[in-house]
Every structure is written in C-alpha cells, then in structure tokens.
C-alpha cells in the first residue's frame, strides 16, 4: 500500500507535469470516427515508444535474509543475500520485488507505454517441507498485480496496460494444466482483472488467453497460453488433436491475426514458455511448433514480435518456416527440461550449430556488401561483370534466406528473468512510433465507456470463409491436404511487415538492465556491520543502494551493433556469432576497402590473425549476456569443441 500521504504528493506532482491529465475528454464515439479528430492533444500521456518487459520473478515470502542457499534460502544460516541469493535456486525475497516496483516508478513511469510480464510470479515448489498451496500461488500473483498498480495508478486508474501470461509456476501442480474452464483461469482472471479487458475474461476463462488493444486501433498483445504448447504438461497432448485445448488455442490465434490483419493493426505475441527447439531441449510439442511457425510465416505482415521467458537465459531462437513439415509428423517428442548451467550452454552450443548450418553469404563479399540490401550503388567504378557476377551470388543467397529481409525466419526473444537465478534483470523494448505520435493511447480510450472492440472468437460473421488449401512455403507445393485451416498469407499487396523492415510499430532495439547483487548485498552487509541494530537497519538506507543499471543496449553496443530489431539484424547478428560472416564491423579499416580483392590477399595473413582473435568474440559476449555476465565465460573453454 502506498501511504495516502505520499499517494497525494505523488498525484500532485503529476498533476503539475501535466495539467491535462484527467481532463474531461469523454465524449460517445460512432464506429468509424478517427479518435485523432476527437482527442486531439488532450489525454494523460503521450506514446513515448518504449515498453517494459519483466519475466519470472517468482517471489517468495519464505525467504529468510542469512538463511541457508541449501534450503532454498527458507532456513539455517548461510549466505542469502537482503536482496536475493543470486546465482543460487533460491526464489526471490519481497526486499527485492519492492526494490523493483520502486525503481520502475521512479525510472520508467512516465516513459513507457505498456508492460509486458511473461509470468511464474509465483515461487517454485522446491521445499518439501512447505509444500505450495493454490491460495499461496494466488496470493503471490495478487502481490504483484497490486505492485503493478500502485506503480503505474495514476487519478483516473491504471495509466498504461500491463499484459500478463500464465507460467508453468503460476500453477499447481507445476507445468501441469488441464483444458478450460478450469480453477485456475477462473482465479487468475480476478486477479488480473485490471489488465484483461472486459471483452476477454470469456476467452481467458476458456483458455486462459486473451488478447490485450494496447494502442487503440493500432497494436495488440497476444496472450498466448504456453502451458498447452509445453511438453512438459502431461495433462494435455499438442495441437494436432482437435480435442486438444493447443488445437482450440492455434485456432483462436490464427482467428486473432486474421482479424488484425483485416483492421490494419499490428501484433506482438508474448508467452512463459518459449518456443525451444536445440539440441536436447524442445519447450513445446513439435505439432504445436509445426502450427506456431506456420502461422507465423503467414501472418508476418502483422507480427511485430514476441517475447517470452521461463528459460532465464537471454538469448534468442529462430523459427525457419523451412522446418514446417506439418503433415508428416512423429508425435513422438522427448523434451528435456534440464536447466543446469551445463545443460543451458549445451542448448546455446546446439542453438549457434544450427545458426551455423543458416546460408552464408558466398565468399568474396565484403561486409558492406553483405549487409546492403542493394548493394549495387555501393560499387562505385568496378567492373561490370565482377558487379554482375557479385550480383547474381548474392541474389542466389537472398533468395536461400527469403529475400534480402529473410522472410524465411521469424524470431522470439527471450529475457532472462527478474528472480536472480544469475542476477535480476529488466529489458526495455523501444519501438517506432513515427507517426504515432498523437494516436489516442491505452489510457484514452479507458475513459471513453462502451467502446469495445470485439475480438471474440464467436463472431464468424467478420470472417471470410477459408478453408484448406494445400500449404505454399516459398513455392513448394505440399500436396497433402491438411487437417486444420491453413492461413492465409499476406495479400500481395503487402508491405513488409514492422518484424521486417523499419517502420511504426517495429522494435528498435532494447536496454538490458540487471543489479548486481553481489555488489549491492555486500554494501547491505556493511551498513547492517556498522549498525547494532543488525535485524532491521536504516530502511531508506538500505532501499538506496538497491538499482538496476545498464548491461547492454543493442545499438550502442560494439558487439552487437543492431541497426534495428527486425529479424534481418537478427539474421545478421546470429550469422556473426556462429562466425558465418566474418565480424568486420568491429574494425572499420576492413569496411572501406576500395579493392577487396588485393586488399585481402595483402592482409590475408594480418586478417586471418584478427578474424581468429574477433572469431569468438560475438559468441563469448553472447555467451556472457546469456548468463547476465554472473558467470565466468572462460570457464567454459574446457567444454568447446
Ligand atoms: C513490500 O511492500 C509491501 C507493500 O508496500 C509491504 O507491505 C511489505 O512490507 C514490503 N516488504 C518488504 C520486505 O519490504
Ligand atoms: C575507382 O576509381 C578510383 C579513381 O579513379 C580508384 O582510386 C579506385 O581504386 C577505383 N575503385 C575500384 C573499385 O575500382
Ligand atoms: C520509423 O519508420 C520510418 C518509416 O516508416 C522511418 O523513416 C524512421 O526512420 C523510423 N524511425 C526510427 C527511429 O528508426
Ligand atoms: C558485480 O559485482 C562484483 C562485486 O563488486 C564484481 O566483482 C563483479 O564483476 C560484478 N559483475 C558484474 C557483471 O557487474
Ligand atoms: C544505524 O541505525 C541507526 C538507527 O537505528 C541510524 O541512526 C544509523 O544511521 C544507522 N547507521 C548506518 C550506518 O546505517
Ligand atoms: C538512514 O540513512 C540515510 C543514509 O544512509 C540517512 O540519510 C538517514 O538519516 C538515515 N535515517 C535514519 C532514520 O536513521
Ligand atoms: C573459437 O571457437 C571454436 C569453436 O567453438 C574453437 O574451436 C576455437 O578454439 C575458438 N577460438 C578462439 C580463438 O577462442
């Protein structure tokens, strides 16, 4: 709760920052009136083009500050840091959900459009002797809800939409959930009732989905269930069964992108368990993966992206719509659910084999060339027919990839988690709002009363008829006729869309934030040794040293250098860190070569020195990064082959 005390001053203060905000903008609105023409400047907060993306923060209010990292940090005496045991099993303790609520306040209230909370908000059931029970896993997810609120309340209600997802922790027994209606739909959707729309509780009690308008008319989030896709749920069997609730949930998501597509609008498609699929590790059924990347492919005029969580990794997967073989199936599917260092950085190894067999440019392509999506203009005075030879090589090239925006691949991204599994971390998405700047927001439209935008499932009237067709991946005919509605895909009028190329709406890049506990629990331990008082030391103290700081910005980053967030510079980073394109980028010298050829010849021996040395070096950052840089990269040398 916030003191009313401060809640006034806090009210106050926004009040000043903005005297408009809660100004009477209310007025009845007839199906298609533009809003601009409406609100005009008026509204509490503009599109600032950034969102939140928060995941995993499994809180757990058994944790005991100097409890024993053995005990889940529940008992005995040992090292459980004030703020969390990082890089331990431990859960998170509330000293560090409150620390987090109150530096989002602070730092991104006022700069962020929305929130994105991939799930498990709840603590593992890893302590035999405090078994969980369903009203502690609520309770738990009720917590936070509120700390969402009160972060983000402003005089009118919740100024900006919080889109959350159910985690294989957020029930009981964990990973295991039956089809809807079941008691977990029909609890959380009380208590997330401030963040799924009215429209939606039927959709989310059904299934536990919904999807959430998070610009008006322009972008919405997709909440997808992921406990039906992950095979890990022994309670339900893929998405190939028409019986089965992922059978029901691809149908009401491809129904979803349907009818974005038909309102111009845009996607992101957000979940727990992400869609795994290296080595060993496959997070969900392959029928449901079959059905994803499909619809996907199909559908990537709409989809901005999607983001998940459950793996506490940061890193990213691709999703080649080559792989679609949808009618062919095994059903047979050995997920492993090992979550060991160990066995992560053999999913990560199996994950750069696979971006290693990805097409490589041909040889004899300059970095600059590469990545030109028409670099022809870039050849100045060289011959005609070394232009046309390069050209048509990489013509041959982009065609392997899909064209020069690799429209073969989509891309899911993963953050690593808010519990300190390594340590807590929060991502900022930032995201093209050209154009958008005086669009009505979230907020607006919460003022306005009965406007809805029926995104029901039940309303087959705004749906064209479709029905199976043969299934045409780049120009393979697939002759078997499939056994559910293959979707459309985009008119040929299209345009790229905002996952491919630079536009409103696509993502930008993302802020990678983490604490370093280590760093901020030793400071506690040395305020809490000057203080007698040791229990309970200076609370305002203690609460300033705890902050989140920058790990990592995919733009200004010289290792990664992403222009953007599109699945080409996806492409492109994943191609450098599987060493299938060499990482120039890192030495400019290499870039403004004139004369390719004899340039290369004279450094070769130079180069191939330096390549050797930058060789890994995308691979060790993205090694690091994957593990929040708690653990010692090196370390694993022994391991490579
Ligand atoms: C966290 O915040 C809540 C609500 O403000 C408060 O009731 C609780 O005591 C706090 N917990 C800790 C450990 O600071
Ligand atoms: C183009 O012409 C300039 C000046 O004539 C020369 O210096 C340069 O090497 C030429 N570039 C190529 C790629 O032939
Ligand atoms: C946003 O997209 C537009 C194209 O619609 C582009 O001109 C602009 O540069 C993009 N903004 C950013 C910041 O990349
Ligand atoms: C975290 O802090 C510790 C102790 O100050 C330091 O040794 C370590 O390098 C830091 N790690 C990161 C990733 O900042
Ligand atoms: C220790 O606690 C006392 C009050 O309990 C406070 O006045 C003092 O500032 C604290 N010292 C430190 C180093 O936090
Ligand atoms: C708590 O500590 C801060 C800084 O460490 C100090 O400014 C403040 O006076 C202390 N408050 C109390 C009640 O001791
Ligand atoms: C780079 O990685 C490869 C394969 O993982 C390994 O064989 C090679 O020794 C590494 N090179 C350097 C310079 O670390």
Same mark, same amino acid.
């Given at each position: 709760?916030?003191?009313?005390?401060?809640?006034?001053?806090?009210?106050?203060?926004?009040a000043f920052?903005?005297p408009?905000?809660?100004?009477?903008q209310?007025q009845?609105?007839?199906?298609?009136?533009? *809003?601009?023409?409406? @609100?005009?400047?008026?509204?509490?907060?503009?599109?600032?083009?950034?969102?939140?993306?928060?995941t995993?923060?499994?809180?757990?209010?058994?944790?005991?500050?100097?409890?024993?990292?053995?005990?889940?940090?529940?008992?005995?005496h040992?090292?459980?840091?004030?703020?969390? +045991?990082?890089?331990?099993d431990?859960?998170?303790?509330?000293?560090?959900?409150?620390?987090?609520?109150?530096?989002?306040?602070?730092?991104?209230?006022?700069?962020?459009?929305? /929130?994105?909370?991939?799930?498990?908000?709840?603590?593992?059931?890893?302590?035999?002797k405090?078994?969980?029970?369903?009203?502690?896993?609520?309770?738990?997810?009720?917590?936070?809800?509120?700390?969402?609120?009160?972060?983000?309340?402003?005089?009118?209600?919740?100024s900006?939409?919080?889109?959350?997802?159910?985690?294989?922790n957020?029930?009981m027994?964990?990973?295991?959930?039956?089809?809807?209606?079941?008691?977990?739909?029909?609890?959380? /959707?009380?208590?997330?009732?401030?963040?799924?729309?009215?429209?939606?509780?039927?959709?989310?009690?059904?299934g536990?989905? *919904?999807?959430?308008?998070?610009?008006?008319?322009?972008?919405?989030?997709?909440?997808?269930?992921t406990? @039906?896709?992950y095979?890990?749920?022994?309670?339900?069997?893929?998405?190939?069964?028409?019986?089965?609730?992922?059978?029901?949930?691809?149908?009401?998501?491809? /129904?979803?992108?349907?009818?974005?597509?038909?309102?111009?609008?845009?996607?992101?498609?957000?979940?727990?368990v992400?869609? +795994?699929?290296?080595?060993?590790?496959?997070?969900?059924?392959?029928?449901?993966?079959?059905?994803?990347?499909?619809?996907?492919?199909?559908?990537?005029?709409?989809?901005?992206?999607?983001?998940?969580?459950?793996?506490?990794?940061?890193?990213?997967? *691709?999703?080649?719509?080559?792989?679609?073989?949808?009618?062919?199936?095994?059903?047979d599917?050995?997920?492993?659910?090992?979550?060991?260092v160990?066995?992560?950085?053999?999913?990560l190894?199996?994950?750069?084999?696979?971006?290693?067999?990805?097409?490589?440019?041909?040889?004899?392509?300059s $970095?600059?060339?590469y990545?030109?999506e028409?670099?022809?203009?870039?050849?100045?005075n060289?011959?005609?027919?070394?232009?046309?030879?390069?050209?048509k090589?990489?013509?041959?090239?982009?065609?392997?990839?899909?064209?020069?925006?690799?429209?073969?691949?989509?891309?899911?991204?993963?953050?690593?988690?808010l519990?300190?599994? @390594?340590?807590?971390?929060?991502?900022?998405?930032?995201?093209?709002?050209?154009?958008?700047?005086?669009t009505?927001?979230?907020?607006?439209?919460?003022?306005?009363?009965?406007?809805?935008?029926?995104?029901?499932?039940?309303?087959?009237?705004?749906?064209?008829?479709?029905?199976?067709?043969?299934?045409?991946?780049?120009?393979?005919k697939?002759?078997?006729?499939p056994?559910f509605?293959?979707?459309?895909?985009?008119?040929?009028?299209a345009?790229?869309?905002?996952?491919?190329s630079?536009?409103?709406?696509?993502w930008?890049? @993302?802020?990678?934030?983490?604490a370093?506990?280590?760093r901020?629990?030793?400071k506690?331990?040395?305020?809490?040794?000057?203080?007698?008082?040791?229990?309970?030391?200076?609370?305002?103290?203690?609460?300033? $040293?705890f902050? =989140?700081? /920058?790990?990592?910005?995919?733009?200004?980053?010289?290792?990664?250098?992403?222009?953007?967030?599109?699945?080409?510079?996806?492409?492109?980073?994943?191609?450098?860190?599987?060493?299938?394109?060499?990482?120039?980028?890192?030495?400019? +010298?290499?870039?403004?070569?004139?004369?390719?050829?004899?340039?290369?010849?004279?450094k070769?021996?130079?180069?191939?020195?330096?390549?050797?040395?930058?060789?890994?070096?995308?691979?060790?950052?993205?090694?690091?990064? +994957? =593990?929040?840089?708690?653990?010692?990269?090196n370390?694993?040398?022994e391991?490579?082959?």
């Open positions: 709760m916030i003191p009313t005390l401060l809640f006034s001053g806090f009210f106050f203060a926004n920052a903005n408009l905000a809660g100004h009477e209310q009845p609105l007839g199906n298609g009136v533009s *809003f601009s023409t409406v @609100y005009g400047a008026g509204g509490a907060q503009r599109l600032t083009g950034r969102f939140l993306h928060i995993d923060p499994h809180p757990d209010s058994h944790y005991k500050h100097g409890a024993s990292t053995d005990n889940n940090c529940h008992r005995g040992g090292s459980a840091g004030y703020f969390g +045991a990082e890089g331990t431990c859960d998170a303790p509330f000293t560090l959900m409150n620390a987090t609520f109150r530096w989002i306040e602070r730092n991104l209230k006022g700069n962020i459009d929305f /929130v994105l909370w991939t799930g498990d908000s709840a603590r593992h059931d890893r302590d035999e405090i078994p969980r029970k369903m009203e502690e896993i609520i309770h738990l997810n009720e917590l936070l809800s509120q700390q969402f609120v009160d972060a983000f309340q402003e005089e009118f209600g919740l900006i939409p919080v889109v959350p997802t159910i985690g294989n957020d029930i027994p964990h990973n295991t959930m039956k089809e809807g209606p079941n008691r977990w739909t029909k609890a959380l /959707v009380d208590v997330w009732d401030k963040f799924i729309p009215e429209s939606e509780r039927h959709s989310f009690v059904e536990g989905w *919904f999807t959430s308008e998070v610009i008006p008319g322009k972008l919405s989030v997709i909440s997808l269930n406990m @039906y896709f095979s890990s749920n022994s309670a339900v069997d893929g998405c190939d069964d028409k019986d089965e609730p992922g059978f029901e949930h691809m149908e009401w998501l491809r /129904v979803q992108l349907k009818l974005l597509r038909q309102r111009k609008m845009k996607a992101i498609l957000i979940g727990h992400p869609p +795994a699929r290296a080595g060993s590790k496959q997070g969900w059924d392959e029928t449901c993966w079959q059905k994803y990347t499909l619809w996907l492919y199909q559908y990537r005029d709409v989809i901005v992206g999607s983001v998940y969580g459950h793996m506490n990794i940061d890193h990213f997967m *691709f999703q080649d719509s080559h792989d679609i073989d949808i009618i062919d199936l095994e059903g599917n050995t997920g492993s659910n090992d979550f060991s160990q066995s992560m950085e053999n999913y190894e199996a994950l750069r084999g696979q971006w290693s067999d990805m097409p490589s440019p041909p040889s004899g392509l $970095i600059e060339e990545l030109d028409d670099f022809t203009e870039t050849y100045g060289a011959s005609w027919t070394d232009i046309s030879k390069k050209r090589k990489k013509k041959k090239f982009l065609r392997k990839i899909g064209g020069p925006l690799a429209e073969r691949y989509s891309v899911s991204l993963v953050s690593p988690s519990v300190p599994e @390594y340590f807590p971390t929060l991502r900022v998405i930032e995201y093209n709002i050209t154009g958008l700047e005086d009505p927001t979230w907020s607006d439209i919460q003022e306005i009363t009965e406007i809805s935008y029926s995104n029901d499932h039940d309303t087959p009237s705004v749906l064209e008829p479709e029905d199976s067709r043969t299934v045409d991946i780049d120009g393979k697939k002759k078997k006729t056994k509605k293959v979707p459309e895909p985009p008119p040929s009028s345009l790229p869309g905002p996952g491919y630079n536009q409103p709406l696509s930008l890049g @993302y802020t990678q934030y983490y370093n506990l280590t901020i629990n030793d506690v331990a040395l305020l809490h040794d000057q203080n007698e008082t040791e229990n309970d030391a200076n609370a305002t103290g203690v609460d300033d $040293i902050g =989140f700081e /920058v790990e990592y910005d995919t733009r200004n980053d010289h290792i990664y250098q992403m222009k953007d967030l599109t699945v080409r510079s996806y492409f492109d980073l994943a191609s450098r860190i599987a060493n299938n394109i060499p990482n120039t980028l890192t030495s400019p +010298a290499d870039i403004n070569e004139d004369d390719y050829e004899s340039q290369k010849k004279k070769k021996k130079k180069k191939k020195k330096k390549k050797k040395k930058n060789k890994n070096k995308t691979w060790k950052t993205f090694l690091d990064r +994957a =593990f929040v840089g708690y653990l010692d990269i370390d694993f040398e391991t490579e082959s």
